[in-house]
């Protein structure tokens, strides 16, 4: 069987593919399956069937195909995923075993879940090993089905996805790949309690992070010059409805209130004088003095381009997440802030389809811009972690506008956006006004043109 299907695949070859084919070849015909399974479309080979110099471990990008085969190398040495299994054996992670009563995190499914490609057993080929990391097919999907064939001439994306592959060209199902692990899902859980223990909090944003991975791809494979932008709007729409997902998860779970679905930092702040306090004087509109409040991070900023691309929905959004925010802050009754999370994660979803298949231009940029920045009080008002979305936003739209049209001052209006997150270095000592003041600046800085004509509450 596995014969017969390298004969076909060397037959198709160019000089380099065949030699790359044949280097997989070696690898996945020397991983003998383990016992009661066979190498099969679904399983995981590992990394290394990805490794070799003339596959995708090149140290210097190539030009010889459309890839430019160095992946492996950028995620060997630059990409934190390579090193997530073993950040399991660190002080932190001890100590957060020792706080959580588990055993050494580096062989708990409740870290490995999102650490590793933590699959059952039988999925797993011999040159499988679970330390490798969140490697390739963490996110590219199970290799054993199409690691030989891929590399052959005529062998398209499509024949890739039927063997097992990802499609993580298209945005939704990209995002939905990274947010599995930086949000969670009902197997894959970071809360309060690990928070408490050292866990990093869970944020993310889709562009920002893919520069930061960084990305081993290149940028705008899809020639379309605002893809960017896309990929900033579909991720937070993503990322919007799967917290909308968690926190419905959540409210009937065991351990509700879940303070991971509050605005961290309005408990974790530093308090000052009355007078020097920027919360009693912003006061608390529509709520309990001091009661807790939903974070609304994933959602303040993002709300900004439904607006423009589809008002109707934007409005149907505002209203049911107004309604979240204020069954949330009440500790209201399961089956209320469940269905209000099921109906806001469902407008959520439509947004992302339509922001998938949106156009985007310099227009549409600009003015999205202008209403994420005209909207800074409300934004900073809102929390840390909002705040926090709103510069990772405007840096990636800058970055994109930077890209597609000739601004003068682009320099200027990156190095105010960067005090904006050096707001952020200590979020304890977070200041809405002062970062509203930022805001504006950034503002006026903005590229002007297309006007904000809707968005702003
Ligand atoms: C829901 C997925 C998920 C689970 C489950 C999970 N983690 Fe993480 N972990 C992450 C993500 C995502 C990051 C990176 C966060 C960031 O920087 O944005 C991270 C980061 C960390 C870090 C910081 C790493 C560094 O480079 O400083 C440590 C330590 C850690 N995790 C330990 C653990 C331990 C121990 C467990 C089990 C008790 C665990 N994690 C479970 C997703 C998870
Ligand atoms: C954390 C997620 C992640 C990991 C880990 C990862 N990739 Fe990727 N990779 C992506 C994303 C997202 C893209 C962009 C989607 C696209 O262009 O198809 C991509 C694109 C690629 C591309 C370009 C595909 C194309 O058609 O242009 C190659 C080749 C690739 N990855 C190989 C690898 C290899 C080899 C590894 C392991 C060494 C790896 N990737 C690990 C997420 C990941
Ligand atoms: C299988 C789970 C998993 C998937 C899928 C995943 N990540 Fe991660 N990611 C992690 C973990 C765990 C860490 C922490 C690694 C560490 O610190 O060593 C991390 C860290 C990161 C970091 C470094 C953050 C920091 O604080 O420096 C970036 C950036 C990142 N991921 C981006 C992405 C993007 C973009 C995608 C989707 C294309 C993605 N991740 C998919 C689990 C995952
Ligand atoms: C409703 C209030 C509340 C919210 C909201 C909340 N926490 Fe906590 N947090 C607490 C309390 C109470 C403790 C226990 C402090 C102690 O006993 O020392 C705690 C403990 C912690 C600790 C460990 C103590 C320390 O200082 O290192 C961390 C870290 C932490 N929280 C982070 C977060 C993050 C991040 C969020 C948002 C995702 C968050 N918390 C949301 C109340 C809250």
Known sequence: MMSRRWLVVVFHLSLLASLCALASAQQSSSAQPKPGSANKAGMYTGPGGCAA????????????TR????EYSIWAAQDKHSRATSVLSNAVSLRMAKILKINQPNTEHKCLACHAADVSPELRAETFHLEDGVSCESCHGPAVGWLGPHTTRNWTHEQS???GMYDLRDNIHRSERCVGCHVGTPEKQVDHEMIAAGHPDLTFELDTYSSAMPRHWRPTRETEAWSDVREWAVGQAVQLREALNRLDRRVSGPNWPEFAEMDCF????SLTRPE?????ARGYPDRRPGSTEWNAARYIVFRHIVSQVNPDLAAKLDAELATLTDLV????SHDKVEASAKQAAQLADQAAQQLNSQKYDQQLTQRVMQAIAGDGTNIANTGERSAEQAAMALDSLAVAFGKNSSTKNLTELRSSINELFKQLNNPSAYNAPQFASQLQKVRA?????????????
């Open 53 to 64: 110099s003339n596959c995708h471990g090149s140290v210097q990008p190539k030009n010889v």
């Open 67 to 70: 890839i430019p085969q160095n």
């Open 161 to 163: 996805i039927k063997a």
């Open 266 to 269: 309005a408990c974790h702040h």
């Open 276 to 280: 020097d306090s920027w919360r009693q």
């Open 329 to 332: 802050g009440k500790w209201s």
């Open 445 to 457: 800085q903005l590229p002007q043109g297309g006007s904000a004509v809707a968005g702003n509450r």
